[in-house]
């Protein structure tokens, strides 16, 4: 036998290629072999930037004696989460459903017929704090199989028929008002933590969709502590050490309620979903932190995630050499004083413990610090700072660099896509909308085929097998329609159309309710169904955003229509658990707005006012008298000669004008 993970293009996949399992990838053939030799299957699910998956790999996986007991006994079968979200959802709610509590790694026991009959997540390798041992385990499983299949397979079989009675319908709910909006509003003021900024303790996530909703709520009604709980929040995750204060980006999560010590590996989609949040709060209050955290996020990106084929990579690892040899978390982003005095020298290394908050005892382990900004009273040297700063990253260079998963996930880059194109038209900075026109390339020649059907990842210019899900051709959507605003290129709305079009066909049930899966996708014990915004937005709010901004675009009543059916599930969910569909509540602020549909007509000033517009979901299309690149053009003329601006919102336009100080009142 030989492990059947070399040819993958996962690289978690690929991390496993090595080892002495018999791993298959998830196939029909895998769950054939396990009929053919009568035992069952193990599932294990990570990623490659997961901390525990690395950890669980090392004690059990490369182990000889556990491997020969996994290869007599089991078909063992490895899945890429990030490859396959809609594997990792079926089976992460049986977990979930079964223990009430689900994370990865993720360890399954199947039946050939892929019905789950045993759960868990990460195991020891010895008993450890009321844990077995994962050879405990499997022994355990094994002489089930054996012993009492009879009762194996009812217990199969009873999950898999409650896992069918979870169907969501709210596909015939209405659309979330003003009274559904001020509830969620008010669920998050008795969540927020307003000492600390953010929503609920530790770990504390950053709440991108979540900050997306308040701006755009302070946007449409004026409500000032929307404000505040954004504004606040953002500054305080900057200062903190969540946010990289040498190299810019944010990590994934902190491990406590100050911000202070993340969990290190940085995330394409948190980064994606952040660097847009700062820029927009800059666009609504004109700060200063906004503008350089969105420009630094913005920066990271392209440094250090972009692929040599133009699209980003998914993770940095939170794993890294620490110099001997030892992979440690967080080894390439902390320090100690004596590091810093050597690179610095005495009286710089003065000023930079101070400056980032570095003690004598460290903010992490073994003395080390995580940087942060704390608020001081004094005034700092501004061009001392930068060349602290910059003296500390080049040497942090030096050091063995995190891992990187350098597949490119369609989703993920549709939404790195909309981040750089807003972000580079608001700053100046033609070459991040060059760069998101280059990941929006790359998906259009390598992702998408000639009936506009997504293969959800890519790594090395070579296509994966996976098809893509819901949020591939939502967040996909959403990045090209950003782009076609920010570039005047027509083309981008085209793609996105055809995109939605699939949306609307295969994904859609006939009461409007949306599945992460299509149609004619594979069919697994379930059909995955989740319209809960969690680290980035789900494939059901992310379409209805898409589809709403697609119909301000065109007129298009079936992807308004199809919008409204979906944003049902905001009306159900906004007032009860608002932390958990900021992303639908940012549409329903759309919607509630219009949204507003601006077209310029010539160009300068007049462009540039629109696209700094802050009213909630507005789109913008501009162009030359005549042109024929986006149907809000059409008709639509200089005014005296000059440029001038068309706005209408809610099927009513208002008069045309030259003047920008009146467009900017139109867009606010």
Sequence with gaps: MANRLARETSPYLLQHAENPVDWWPWSAEAFEEARRRDVPVLLSVGYSSCHWCHVMAHESFEDAATAAYLNEHFVSVKVDR???PDVDAVYMEAVQAATGQGGWPMTVFLT???EPFYFGTYYPPAPRQGMPSFRQVLAGVQQAWTERRGEVTDVAGKIVRDLAGREISYGDAQVPGEEELAAALLGLTREYDARRGGFGGAPKFPPSMVLEFLLRHHARTGAEGALQMAADTCERMARGGIYDQ?????ARYSVDREWV????EKMLYDNALLGRV???LWRSTGSDLARRVALETADF???????AEGGFASALDADSDDGTGKHVEGAYYVWTPEQVRAVLGEADAELATQYFGITEEGTFEHGASVLQLPQHEGVFDAERVRSVRERLLAARTQRPAPGRDDKVVAAWNGLAIAALAETGAYFDRPDLVEAAVAAADLLVRLHLDDQGRLTRTSRDGRAGGNAGVLEDYADVAEGFLALASVTGEGVWLDFAGLL???VLTRFRDADGSLYDTAVDAERLIRRPQDPTDNAAPSGWTAAAGALLTYAAHTGSGPHREAAEHAL??????????PRFVGWGLAVGEAYLDGPREVAVVGDGELRRAALLGTAPGMVVAFGEEGSEEFPLLAGRGLVGGEAAAYVCRGFVCEAPTTDVGRLREAVQ
């Design 82 to 84: 990030e490859e396959r």
């Design 112 to 114: 050939p017929d892929a």
């Design 246 to 250: 040498l190299g810019g980006g944010f």
């Design 261 to 264: 010590v993340p969990h290190f």
């Design 278 to 280: 700062y820029a927009h």
């Design 301 to 307: 990106l392209v440094r250090e995630l972009r692929t």
């Design 500 to 502: 939605l079009d699939h």
């Design 568 to 577: 049902g599930v905001v009306k159900a969910l906004g007032p009860r658990v």
